[in-house]
């Protein structure tokens, strides 16, 4: 398996305008986990979904943030619209989850988002 | 409250040398924790996981122990190399179903020197 693929690697955008983040989890995972990493706040759990239904959301900075997962092999992360502050590197990482705290999450290569 | 917190933020050693990382943690109840390393511009890697049962984990240069009585991790890395460069992020998870109880300390960066 090519383990999480997350994409773009990099992405670089206006103030103002709409961004999506693309993963795509391990096959056969029904977990799926974004995060945000910054050097100020170190990483952050934004969202949780479990058989691709969102199932802990309180991470979500704002109204602006949306997650979906229309099937057990894709989630985006939609930002609109995006505003400096939102630059950070974004991971997913999905794990199989049958008690969830005692599985191991596979982390993507993240994607870095700058908006200027 | 939940917290985790790292010690050293930053640690400079030379190649071949051992060094020793520090987790405590307030975390409860606690359910497990683990180690990871990220290496500059990629995504966390697990390097080990404990529950409350378990006091030492080994993985080839690398053993974390855990005392849950007073709450403290530490991750041990034998005779550095180059590639050990990283930072090194201590999680702790309470017990329950929900991912928020899921805690990241800020880590440690360790730079090996040759």
């Known amino acids: 398996d090519a383990g999480v693929i997350q994409s773009p690697r990099h992405e670089v955008t206006e103030m103002g305008q709409e961004v999506t983040l693309r993963c795509k989890p391990i096959s056969g995972h029904n977990s799926l986990f974004w995060y945000r990493q910054t050097m100020m706040r170190g990483l952050e759990l934004l969202i949780y979904f479990n058989n691709n239904v969102p199932i802990d959301d309180s991470g979500m900075p704002e109204d602006r943030f949306s997650a979906k997962m229309p099937n057990a092999s894709f989630s985006t992360l939609k930002i609109q619209p995006s505003e400096p502050r939102d630059s950070a590197v974004y991971f997913c990482a999905s794990s199989l989850n049958r008690a969830f705290v005692n599985t191991e999450a596979f982390f993507g290569q993240g994607t870095r988002l700058t908006v200027v | 409250k939940n917290q985790v917190e790292q010690s050293p933020q930053s640690l400079i050693i030379l190649e071949g040398k051992n060094c020793t990382l520090q987790?405590?943690?307030?975390?409860?109840?606690?359910?497990?924790l683990r180690w990871y390393k990220q290496d500059t511009g990629r995504g966390p890697v697990s390097l080990t996981i404990?529950?409350?049962?378990?006091n030492t984990k080994s993985n080839g240069r690398y053993t974390a122990t855990l005392d849950a009585d007073t709450k403290q991790s530490s991750l041990h890395i034998t005779a550095s190399q180059l590639s050990d460069s990283a930072s090194y992020i201590c999680?702790?998870?309470?017990?329950?179903?929900?991912?928020?109880?899921?805690?990241f300390g800020s880590g440690t960066r360790l730079s090996i020197r040759p």
């Open positions: 987790c405590n943690y307030t975390v409860s109840p606690f359910s497990n």
């Open positions: 999680v702790v998870s309470a017990i329950g179903s929900s991912a928020s109880k899921i805690i």
């Open positions: 404990m529950t409350f049962s378990e």
